[in-house]
């Protein structure tokens, strides 16, 4: 069985071409997905800002928001549990960045107040009422 060159690529070259669209369509949306949720978060914190313990309903709406922008064909590769994970992991960066933050913050404040107290006791000590000639 001898197969010709020509037909073989008559095959392949379309198989490759579909491979190679779906592929960048996939990447564009995993991009777009990642790219955005930042930004839906952002938005469900202030949605839901007057709304105790609502981490929950602030995660589903993230998730099922940005679900919606996968296109049909590729929920089969791009499932919710996928997104969830996602915005999950951006999540816990976003949270682990705005820790680290404080905790600058805090060392720079008490380091500032640290500062002023030095500087506050850098001039002459004194002890009230020793060698005070106001008390001889």
Excluded: H
């Excluded at 790219?35 to 978060?41: A, E, L, T, V």
């Excluded at 919606?68 to 996602?86: A, C, G, H, Q, S």
């Excluded at 905790?103 to 506050?120: H, L, P, R, T």
């Amino acid at each position: 069985m001898n197969i010709d060159l020509q037909k073989l690529l008559e095959l392949i070259i379309p198989l490759l071409t579909v491979i190679f669209g779906a592929l960048s369509v996939y990447l564009r949306t995993n991009e777009k997905i990642m790219n955005s949720s930042i930004k839906y978060i952002t938005e469900a914190e202030e949605m839901y800002k007057d709304v105790s313990k609502s981490g929950g309903q602030k995660f589903s709406w993230v998730v099922d928001t940005l679900y919606n922008m996968v296109p049909r064909p590729l929920r089969v590769v791009i499932t919710k549990k996928f997104v969830e994970k996602m915005v999950q992991g951006t999540f816990n960066s976003i949270e682990a960045y705005a820790k680290t933050q404080i905790d600058k913050a805090v060392d720079n404040y008490f380091e500032n107040i640290s500062n002023k107290n030095k500087e506050g006791n850098s001039g002459k000590e004194t002890n009230p009422g020793i060698g005070d000639a106001n008390n001889d």
